[in-house]
């Protein structure tokens, strides 16, 4: 009996181990086919070094841009590439006192950024809350600037977090869309200082009928 008990005893022991190896056998095979699934999915938000290079070329052209797009996407920008950001600053140069900002921030964050962006007080205009523009702005942008932007944008799309480089990725192709609207060969300052939006929307005229 002993003997009998014995042996059941190994064999469940051995089902047991089976069992457990054909698990981890599974796992594995879903956190590789996650991980090949995770870099699919940055690959894809990457930019071509090649296309990012001339995208850098057109853009140092460029005068002026005036971007608007809502508060949070431009924070998210902001904050990648200039450093320090806060969405209610509606000023982006360094302050050298807290009484030189009208909306200021808490006292010793003086619009301290890691990188200076080069836009003087007054370039970003909060557009009237209480209408379909609430939580949007406009922001001055020059083609120095839009530089800087699009090189953050192109790093942050190779990113391990794929919300990041998901985010990222899509903001430098909204931002390409307003340099394939450039003509290398059109007469300089035709269009100074064009207003381009970020503002993907659905199709909601049949909810006005």
Not at 58 to 75: F, I, K, M, N
Not at 177 to 185: G, I, S
Request: charged share 25%.
């Amino acid at each position: 009996m002993f003997k009998t008990w014995r042996e059941e005893y190994r064999a469940n022991q051995a089902t047991k181990r089976r069992i457990e190896l054909e698990e981890w056998e599974q796992k594995k095979k879903w956190r590789e086919e996650d991980r090949a699934a995770h870099l699919k999915a940055v690959a894809e938000n990457a930019v071509d070094l090649a296309e990012h290079n001339q995208n850098l070329k057109a853009a140092t052209g460029v005068s002026y841009l005036t971007l608007v797009c809502h508060e949070d996407t431009w924070t998210f920008m902001a904050i990648r590439t200039f450093g320090q950001w806060k969405p209610e600053w509606t000023q982006s140069t360094r302050a050298q006192s807290v009484l030189d900002i009208g909306n200021a921030p808490e006292h010793g964050e003086l619009g301290r950024f890691t990188v200076d962006p080069n836009l003087v007080s007054g370039r970003i205009e909060k557009l009237p809350t209480g209408t379909d523009k609430a939580g949007m702005q406009r922001i001055t942008l020059s083609g120095h600037n839009l530089t800087q932007l699009l090189a953050s944008l192109y790093q942050g799309a190779k990113e391990e977090s794929i919300a990041d480089s998901a985010r990222c990725g899509r903001l430098y192709s909204k931002l390409v869309e307003f340099l394939n609207l450039l003509d290398p060969d059109a007469e300089a300052g035709q269009t100074t200082g064009i207003t381009f939006q970020i503002d993907d929307s659905v199709d909601a005229s049949h909810l006005r009928q």
